[in-house]
Structure formats: C-alpha cells, structure tokens
C-alpha cells in the first residue's frame, strides 16, 4: 500500500478471514494472487486444521476451552473459546477498514465463529460482509436450523451477508457428476464471489469503493448468486456478459426480483466506453429499474486479450419464493430494450491469409486486417 | 570403450519454415554444429498447428535433412513453443524461513517458489516456465541467493509462462508422429535470447525481439533477470499479406516483393521505381510502385514498435533498458528494419545472429537460426545443470529455465 497516499488516522487494512476449515481452504486458495491487496486470516479451534493451511495468518481461538479440537455445534462452548481469545482478535481487527469474512453456517466452527466475528467487528465499526452457504436440505432439519439461527444473528447489525444456497449452486448438474466435482464447483464459486469483491473493494476511488451502497446491497433479505463467463474474439465484452447472466440461472422473474449486483470486468486489455455502456445497459436491461448496480473494472495482464465477467446478484428470494416468502407469479414478457441498427464494418472483411483464423485482438481492433485499412492511410 | 557422444537436437517450428539443429558439445565444452535441416512449414498459422498432416510431413523433412548432413540418427528433440496463446506474469509468495536460527535453506527456497507459482489456471492451461527471479528476506530486497541469510521471512518472485494445453500437445502429436520424442519445450524467445544476447546486455537491459512469420515474441532482461516476455501475434505472414491485399497480387508476388524490395522506410527512396516480379503467371508483372510497397511495411512495423515500446512502458521497464533492443528471427532481415525501430523507440538497435557456437558457421550466421541455436545451448545447459544435481542429490525444478547460465551454475 502507498504509505504517502495514507490518510493519518484512517484505517487503511482490507482483511479475508476464513472460518472453520472450509472457510480456511477457500481463503487458502485466494491468498496467492491477492495477498498483495488484502491480509489474509485463518481462525479455528481446530489446530489440525490450521497446521495444515498455506496461510501466513492463523489465529487459534478457545486454545483453553476447546483443547485445540473443533467446537462442534456446542453454542456454550462457542461462546467461552470466543471470549476466551477475544482480545487477539480484537488487536487483529483494530486496523482493519473492511473485513471479508468467509465460511460455512452448517453447523461446525463457522456457525458459531462467524455470528461472533460479526458482533466483534460491529462494534469496531468495520464495514463487513461475510460470505456464507446455507446447507443441502439432504443434510437435514437440524442443520438447516442451525444455518438460520447463525444467520438471524449475522442479520441483527450492520453487516453485509452474502449467503449461498448449495442447492442452488448445484441446481444445474447432470445425474452421474461425481461430488468431489461438486464441491470443487461450490468452492469455485464462493472464491470467485469473494475475489470480485476484493476487486470492488481494492479498485482506485473512480472504479469502486462505494461502501454504502454495497453495504445496502448485501443488507437485502434473500439468496445471492453468481454468474462468471469468459470470453474471447469480436464483442467478447457483450458475449462475457450476457453468459454470465445466463450463468445465474434466474428466470425473467426472479431477475426482475434482484436487489443489487455488483458487476466486475476482468480484462488485460482496454474496453472503450461504448463497449462497456452496451455490457451495463445489457445487465441493467434485464433488471428492475430500482436496483442498485455497482461496477469495477480489473487489469490482468494474465487474462491478455480475453475477458472474465463476474456478476454477483444479492436479494434473490429462496427457490421458489418471492421476498415475502409467497409462491412467485409468473410473468410472461419483461420489458426489454428496443434492438439496436447496427452499421456493418465491410473493412473488416479483409483479412486476406487470415480469413479462417481467430482474429489477433489489441484494444478492440483486430491486427489481421492490413494497418493501412485500420488507419484508414491512402496508398496512392 | 567408446564414449557416448554428447548431442542435442534444437526444433524450431516456425509459421514459415521448420528448423532442425543437431550439435554436439565437445570434451572442452564447446559447443559443435554437426547437421542443420530447414523446410518451409506447412499446417501452422500464427504459431500453432492446424494441419498435423502437413505439419509431420515438414518436420520430417527438415529433421531427415539434418541427419543426412550429420550422419547421426535422431530420436529425440528440443522444441520451440509459441503462439498468441503464450501468456506470462510475475508471481510472488511469502513463507516463514522454516528455521530462523540457521538461516534461510535451499528448502526454504523451494518451498516459496513452489508457493509463488501456485497460481489458479483455467482448466486449458497449464504453466509452461516458472523462472525465478529473486528473493527477498525480511526487507532486504533484489537478493539472488539468499542460502544461508538469517531472517523470518521469505519472499520469492517468479515469473510464470503459462500456455493453452492443447496447443501444446497438438504440437507433441506433430513431432511424435514425426517419429521424434519430445525432451521439453523451451519458449521460443528465451531460446533465443541465449543465442544472440550477451551478458553484459542481460545487466543493463536489453529487449530481445524475435520477429518470427505468424508472432513477435520478446522477452526484457535487467540485472540478467527475465523481467518480462510477451507473445505478439503479428509477425511476418502479416507483412505479406498486407502487401497482398495493397497490391492486390498472389501471396508468393507478395513475399517476393516483400523480401526482394521491401524496405521499412517509405522516405529513403526519392522518386519512385517500378518493380518487376518473375512470378508474373497470374498478375502483371510490372507496373508495381517500390513507394507503396514500402509504406505498406512502414505502417506495419511502425503499428508493431508502437505495440511493444506502449507494453514496455506499461509494464515499468522502458526507463529500464540500457542496451537497446536485440532484433532476430526471419523478420529482423528486412531492410531498414533497425533504423525504424531507433527512430520509435528512441533505443540503439541491432541484428542478433547466434554466438558461441562452431560448425558450419557459414550457415547458420543468420537471425533466422537463433531460436535453433538457443534451443540446442538450452539443451546443453540443462543437461549440465541436472547432472550436477544428480551429483548433490538435490531436485530440479521441472520446469526451470533461466536464460541466465549464472542462475543454472549458482543452483544447481
């Protein structure tokens, strides 16, 4: 961080903390590439757990109470292994100006570390939002009432909550994909979800960092989902973007019913503005006209040419419910922007010994075409 | 008894012609070329392969080449790899010093380059080179060999190459199916950086730029560290085929003009000449104007220098480069080439042929062979580098290549 640009007495610190050893894997797995914008934690009672991450921060809580061993759904015992190493997670958190906080509510260490953490940090005053995944419903009624104990408890303060349903995480998958791949595929999408919002956060003031808002975003009753597209070649921007709508799996409706979505585009290259105003307009387009839309704009050399969206959409009311827990009415049209005439570039036609390659993209221009035809240089 | 001989076979498949390379390091070290094989390439475009058919036939021929002028049978290869598909970066890791009260070890060391290059990849991609760069310990900075510095920290920066899976093995089918197994892929600008840079240009800075037919690759060198590489996929083919289309003549007119006349400076002709072609069986053979010709390749070249000098600055190291640019590969032949590439970008500027190695000189004293001639040094000093740790019973990183001697002689 650039000390000059440090402001005396502001807090400056963006902190990960993962929770419980699901929580810990998944903050393990983002440390490499973003240990450089945010510090990233790991917390358990379980010492195993915490030996065997990567994780250059660790913080054993309860070593007393629990005896190093997990915590178990054993509110009481929560409660004391909290107090008990509550002053080392305070001094942690003292610098500390947002806080990520990511783990599982099914029941284990998360469900009681995280509502915990949550109180802690309110009373800090550090903006926070915790990352969180409500259980399968195979998985059973005490569970699933556990799960909504430790989230009605996140939801008494302050506090961002973006809470991931695994049912509908795992909505889409064929009958016979093995469930090592399964929850490979939850654990991508909570990373994912977790990494857009570093990149929300940690972008320069014109690019993000609008703290309220978010707050307001993740403040909103319902389910968040994720939509993540890559693309490449001619109007990748618009084809990324338009996938990773797709890729949430919401209908017409449940996409009119969304409260807030955070939008991050992740490119090596540059997008000009009336690219990236037709991929807001095709987001906003399918939206209500109240919702709150953030975006942030990433340069990674490594994406080169291609791009990477990732639309993460808060307020989606639980599978087959809309906000007041009603069955959801079906809609038959929504309101859509009127098709747009388009001029078609003949120039771009003439790309000789090329005619059958993908094109060589730089900013949006395609190097295959002769430089005198792009430049529009007269040869005579 | 008679003594294995020490060889090595460089392949370098190129858009425009298939290179093959076989030497031999002789008792003293030196390096010896015995057989060189080039045929023009068939089934790749910009790089990458999209005819194995054609692309097995090429190889063959150029590898049955080099046999016959060696007399010497070979069965296996290092390759060249390259294409828009090749992306890199710099990664870096932080890990305690595993035991602070002797000092940083060679574990230690492997340990945060191996952290550094956990990098999350796409399912299609996979890491081509790590290339370690430098360490730090606790706060000190730039250190090369940290062994045996005390500290509790330890930092590693690497530089990661990384590239599309199946582009790769599309190009293993291609050599196996040519009868040849493939020993490692080496990229092809590092290749041919050891061939035509020499160390003092590694310390100031210096910009190796490989102008092949269907990419540019270079890669910047600063305190003999690989800083940065890049894959651009224009090259050569799209000189000819600018010319092509401003002339409207066949591809072969085009790329006998191109290599016949062409100059990357339209203001050094004053006047204008008309050219003649030989092939004039399907297009008119005169009537063809040397200032058109020229201004196609000016706006081209000027459009690739403009590309690589705004990368450069970007990345943080224009400022950097004390040696200038190191131009090689088929494309730095046209003429003029240099002085444009001075006049955009402000740097001294030179033609790179292969050094340091003997053996049928006459032929391979040409910017066209440095990839051949790098893949074949390479070869040679990993060979040296793993036998030496054989000898400690240390670990080679399986994906090592430095560019640097000094860094394979102070590891390993």
């Not at chain 2, 940083?104 to 290059?117: L, N, P, S, Y």
């Amino acid at each position: 961080m650039n000390k000059s640009a440090q402001t005396e007495g502001v807090k400056q610190k963006i902190a990960l903390w993962g929770v419980g050893s699901w929580g810990i894997r998944i903050a393990g797995s983002i440390q490499s590439e973003y240990q450089q914008r945010v510090e990233v934690v790991g917390v358990d009672s379980d010492v195993q757990s915490l030996i065997c991450s990567s994780l250059v921060h660790k913080i054993i809580i309860g070593e007393k109470t629990v005896r190093s061993r997990g915590l178990r759904r054993d509110t009481g015992k929560v409660e004391k292994a909290f107090r008990e190493s509550e002053a080392k997670i305070k001094s942690k958190l003292a610098d500390c100006r947002a806080l990520l906080i990511v783990g599982g509510l099914g029941g284990g260490v998360g469900s009681g570390v995280i509502p915990a953490l949550c109180n802690c940090a309110r009373e800090l005053k550090i903006f926070t939002i915790a990352f969180v995944t409500h259980p399968f419903k195979f998985e059973g009624k005490k569970k699933n009432l556990l799960f909504q104990k430790a989230r009605e408890e996140i939801e008494k303060g302050p506090v961002g909550l973006a809470c991931f349903s695994l049912d509908r995480l795992v909505g889409r998958i064929e009958d016979d994909t093995p469930h090592e791949e399964v929850f490979r595929h939850c654990d991508r999408i909570l990373k994912e979800a977790v990494e857009c919002m570093i990149s929300y956060l940690t972008a320069p003031p014109q690019r993000g960092g609008d703290y309220a808002l978010l707050e307001s975003i993740f403040s909103s009753p319902g389910e968040t989902v994720m939509g993540i597209r890559e693309a490449a070649g001619p109007n990748h921007l618009i084809t990324a973007v338009k996938g990773a709508l797709s890729a949430l799996s919401l209908n017409a409706t449940e996409l009119g019913m969304i409260k807030g979505v955070l939008l991050q585009l992740e490119t090596g290259g540059s997008i000009s503005f009336r690219r990236l105003e037709q991929a807001i307009g095709a987001v906003s387009g399918v939206l209500s006209e109240d919702v709150d839309l953030l975006y942030t704009i990433d340069k990674s050399k490594e994406k080169g040419e291609k791009i990477m969206v990732r639309i993460m959409a808060a307020g989606v009311p639980e599978e087959g419910e809309n906000a007041a827990g009603q069955a959801i009415p079906v809609t038959l049209t929504a309101d859509r922007p009127p098709a747009k005439q388009t001029e078609i570039n003949f120039k771009r036609l003439a790309r000789g010994m090329f005619v059958n390659t993908d094109p060589t993209l730089f900013e949006g221009e395609d190097m295959d075409i002769p430089t005198f035809v792009r430049k529009g240089v007269s040869l005579e | 008894m008679t003594q294995k001989r020490d060889i090595i076979t460089g392949l370098d498949v190129g858009t425009t012609k298939i290179c093959a390379l076989v030497a031999e390091r002789e008792e003293n070290g030196d390096i010896r070329i015995l057989g060189v094989g080039t045929y023009p390439s068939r089934g790749l475009r910009k790089g990458e392969v999209i005819n194995i058919t054609e692309a097995v036939a090429s190889i063959e021929k150029a590898v049955s080449q080099a046999e016959n002028i060696c007399e010497f049978e070979v069965t296996s290869v290092i390759a060249g790899i390259t294409g828009s598909h090749i992306q890199s970066f710099n990664s870096r890791a932080v890990l305690p010093v595993a035991n602070p009260s002797i000092g940083v070890t060679r574990k230690d060391m492997f340990r945060a380059i191996d952290a550094a290059q956990a990098v999350p990849l796409p399912r299609d991609r996979e890491v081509l080179h790590v290339i370690p760069q430098e360490f730090s310990v606790d706060d000190r900075k730039g250190i090369a060999d940290p062994e045996g510095m005390e500290g509790v920290r330890l930092e590693a920066q690497v530089h990661l190459v990384s590239g599309e899976v199946a582009a790769r093995r599309n190009l293993v089918n291609c050599i196996t199916q040519a009868g040849f197994e493939v020993e490692e892929f080496v990229l092809q600008q590092l290749a041919s950086s050891l061939a035509v840079v020499r160390k003092e240009e590694q310390q100031s800075g210096v910009v190796l730029v490989d102008i092949g037919g269907g990419t540019t690759d270079y890669v910047y060198f600063r305190d003999e560290i690989i800083r940065h590489t890049r894959v651009l996929g224009v090259g050569g083919d799209h000189l000819t085929n600018d010319i092509s289309l401003g002339m409207k003549l066949l591809l072969r007119q085009a790329e006998e003009l191109k290599k016949k006349y062409g100059s990357a400076l339209s203001d050094r002709v004053t006047g204008d000449d008309e050219l003649a072609i030989l092939d004039a069986l399907v297009r008119p053979a005169t009537g063809l104007s040397r200032k058109k010709l020229d201004r196609i390749i000016e706006l081209r070249l000027t459009e690739l220098f403009h590309l690589l000098r705004r990368d450069l600055e970007e990345e943080g190291h224009f400022q950097s480069i004390g040696s200038g640019l190191v131009l090689t590969g088929g494309g730095s032949l046209q003429k003029d080439i240099a002085a444009l590439a001075g006049q955009i970008t402000g740097l001294p500027v030179r033609i790179g042929t292969p050094f340091g190695v003997s053996g049928l000189r006459e032929i391979i004293d040409s910017p066209i062979y440095s990839t051949a001639v790098g893949l074949v040094k390479y070869g040679f000093l990993r060979r040296s580098s793993t036998d030496r740790s054989r000898g400690t019973g240390d670990r080679v990183p399986g994906v090592l290549f430095n560019g640097i001697k000094r860094w394979l002689d102070r590891y390993f």
